[in-house]
């Protein structure tokens, strides 16, 4: 079958850190840009991060730049979403996406979503 999980979310202390997982199976991510989304209640849905298939290029939200690092590991088949100096502002679900096609903000055009992980950041 084909399809993304997220692991990795949890409740973390404001300052702290947590790193999320996107693994997919069925297929391989070498040729899907993939993004990170996440929304909060009462909040539209909002573009985190992504990283392109074809150069590695990386973009992030005003929001998240400087704190958050989406990467790629081949060998897992995975993107992980590494985020540092957590604040209460960046509770929300989770979710990755991926696109047969170059990174972008419409999340209608993304192939596949996880299911979401929850972070919570609260002291």
């Known amino acids: 079958q084909v399809q993304l999980v997220e692991s990795g979310g949890g409740l973390v202390q404001p300052g702290g850190s947590l790193r999320l997982s996107c693994a997919a199976s069925?297929?391989?991510?070498?040729?899907?840009?993939v993004g990170w989304f996440r929304q909060a209640p009462g909040k539209e849905r909002e573009g985190v991060a992504c990283?392109?298939?074809?150069?590695?290029?990386?973009y992030y939200a005003e929001s998240v730049k400087g704190r958050f690092t989406i990467s790629r590991d081949n060998a897992e088949n995975t993107v992980s979403l590494q985020m540092n100096s957590l604040k209460p502002e960046d509770t929300a679900v989770y979710s990755c996406?991926?696109?047969?096609?170059?990174?972008?903000?419409?999340?209608?055009?993304?192939?596949?979503w996880g299911q979401g992980t929850q972070v919570t950041v609260s002291s």
């Open positions: 996406a991926a696109v047969n096609n170059v990174c972008n903000s419409n999340y209608y055009s993304y192939d596949y």
């Open positions: 069925g297929f391989g991510l070498d040729y899907y840009a």
């Open positions: 990283i392109s298939y074809s150069d590695g290029r990386t």
